[in-house]
């Protein structure tokens, strides 16, 4: 089984820089993705880490570190619509290519 | 750009009858998945589905549950005799020809049991 741990809930100001932390345990890793979810609507993929090192996208960059279990997503100039949940997802290594979903966390910017 | 479409938006339905919730995954993708969320609760994952027969599924997906592509474009998700406790958002996902590749969401269907 897979534990994944991610704050609940983040709060940051418009045009700030915030970091979303996930870490997990598993028994075997074989990558981890970031989805971003606003309320009502469905998972959108963000990024896909397998191995270490920071992947950079735009605004938004995402960190793995295999030896610690751990991972974050940095959103840089930080707007209004960023404000949604951010899913950190797992998969483990051997047979199964399906991810599980952490609890999320709950992005709120404000002005 | 391509899209994982689902029908409807909203089901609401009476506690032990029949619904099938309907997805139109990425045309070009071969793998196909149903998940559902709870609300406040975290995505789950249900079933997965590949050349026409389920490849892997959850705890969850109990024989209250089937899964069919009746046809080319269409994945589709019955749930036998529904329970208060199936109210969920239900969301298809597809990938491509890779099961390691990434899986792309539906706007999935909110499924309200009464």
């Known amino acids: 089984g897979q534990n994944i741990d991610q704050p609940t809930e983040m709060t940051a100001t418009e045009g700030a820089i915030v970091q979303i932390n996930c870490t997990y345990q598993?028994?075997?890793?074989?990558?981890l993705f970031w989805y971003q979810q606003h309320a009502g609507e469905a998972p959108t993929f963000l990024s896909y880490?397998?191995?270490?090192g920071l992947e950079e996208k735009g605004r938004f960059s995402s960190f793995l570190s295999r030896s610690k279990g751990y991972s974050y997503l940095l959103l840089k100039e930080l707007q209004m619509k960023d404000s949604a949940s951010y899913l950190c997802?797992?998969?483990?290594?051997?047979?199964?290519?399906?991810?599980?979903f952490g609890r999320g966390t709950s992005l709120i910017v404000h002005p | 750009e391509p899209e994982v479409t689902q029908t409807p938006s909203h089901q609401v339905t009476q506690m032990g009858q029949e619904v099938i919730l309907r997805c139109v995954p990425i045309?070009?993708?071969?793998?196909f998945y149903w998940y559902r969320q709870i609300l406040g609760q975290k995505v789950e994952f249900l079933v997965s589905?590949?050349?026409?027969?389920?490849?892997?599924k959850s705890e969850i997906f109990d024989d209250q549950f089937s899964v069919e592509r009746p046809d080319g474009s269409n994945f589709t998700l019955k749930i036998r005799s529904t329970k208060l406790e199936d109210s969920a958002m239900y969301f298809c996902?597809?990938?491509?020809?890779?099961?390691?590749?990434?899986?792309?969401f539906g706007p999935g269907t909110r499924l309200t049991v009464l």
């Open positions: 996902a597809s990938s491509s020809d890779r099961i390691e590749d990434t899986q792309y």
């Open positions: 598993t028994s075997g890793f074989n990558g």
């Open positions: 880490n397998v191995l270490d």
């Open positions: 997802a797992v998969r483990e290594e051997g047979g199964s290519y399906i991810p599980t």
């Open positions: 045309s070009n993708h071969l793998y």
């Open positions: 589905f590949y050349n026409n027969e389920i490849s892997e």
